[in-house]
């Protein structure tokens, strides 16, 4: 297992009308919708936390909000895996 010491956020949300699946951004497309990631590699990393608590801040406070999100340091397991542990 292996991390950035500079350290990787990452976005960790879910829908609201899925209360039970969360997921992780692999990236946002034009029209709003997140995209999840499968592997380390296809997760977008912010390398400052507060860079990824801006980007969560656009997503839950608009009028109807679509999404809840939280912001989480993402690690490298072995091979194509990852995992999200709390700040």
Do not use: H
């Amino acid at each position: 297992m292996s991390a950035d010491q500079k350290g990787n956020w990452a976005i960790f949300y879910r829908k609201l009308d899925e209360p039970m699946v969360w997921k992780t951004l692999r990236y946002k497309r034009s029209d709003g919708v997140l995209v999840s990631a499968k592997t380390y590699d296809e997760v977008y990393k912010f390398n400052r936390f507060k860079e990824a608590f801006d980007f969560i801040k656009e997503l839950i406070t608009i009028d109807n909000p679509v999404y809840d999100a939280q912001v989480k340091r993402v690690c490298r397991a072995r091979g194509e895996a990852f995992y999200l542990s709390g700040n």
